[in-house]
């Protein structure tokens, strides 16, 4: 049996790389290049690559490995459909709960402030709220597909408490976004 892993930091390495060759042809081309909107998708490139670093990675494929084909679809799949049940059943310590609730919280939150800079139509709760329920769903769906594929055996828990917790923070965001917006705004005007 062989196994590779795939550990997050080769994420950073290889969009660092993207980015840089993105600026560099920018710059052959003769394209005007802002150092706040560099900044600003350069911050995105970051905060996307560690979503996706948090959530799929380590990717651990195993190749030729028998076991693999001995654990059940449903154990393979990790579903975890009944959400808050694993903290009342005292399966999870105290700080783990604190951890995976404000962790699960804040993952979303910088995506809708990354979504209200870069278009103000994106400033509304309904954006909002389907912004961060429909990438959670993603997120999760991509697990489910990870969890099953034969290849990986990393069985990340698929769970509906993490949508609800990242829908949620995504919403936080979004008033906490709108009450400083608002703020600026009013303090221009004076």
């Known amino acids: 049996m062989m196994e590779i892993i795939f550990p997050m930091q080769i994420l950073f390495v ?27 998708k350069g911050l995105f490139i970051i905060y996307i690559t560690f979503l996706i670093g948090i959530t ?4 651990c494929i ?9 654990i059940p679809l449903y154990q393979r799949a990790n579903l975890d459909i009944i959400p808050f049940v694993e903290y009342f059943n005292n399966k999870i310590p105290l700080a ?16 809708n402030v990354f979504a209200f800079m870069h278009n103000r139509k994106f400033m509304n709760i309904k954006s909002s709220f389907l912004l961060s329920l ?3 769903i993603s997120i999760e769906l991509m697990q489910l597909i ?30 906490i976004y709108s009450f400083i917006y608002s703020r600026l705004k009013r303090d221009k005007e004076i």
């Open 62 to 70: 195993r190749i030729n490995n028998p076991d693999l084909f001995s």
């Open 96 to 111: 783990g709960i604190i951890k995976n609730v404000l962790g699960n919280i804040i993952l979303l939150m910088p995506l």
């Open 134 to 136: 429909l990438t959670s």
């Open 14 to 40: 290889i969009n660092f790389f993207i980015w840089i060759i993105y600026i560099i042809l920018k710059y052959l081309k003769h394209k005007e290049i802002r150092f706040k909107d560099e900044i600003f």
């Open 146 to 175: 990870l969890n099953l594929s034969l290849l990986s055996s990393n069985f990340r828990a698929v769970s509906i408490e993490d949508v609800i917790l990242n829908t949620i923070g995504g919403l936080i965001s979004y008033f």
């Open 56 to 59: 799929m990675f380590p990717i």
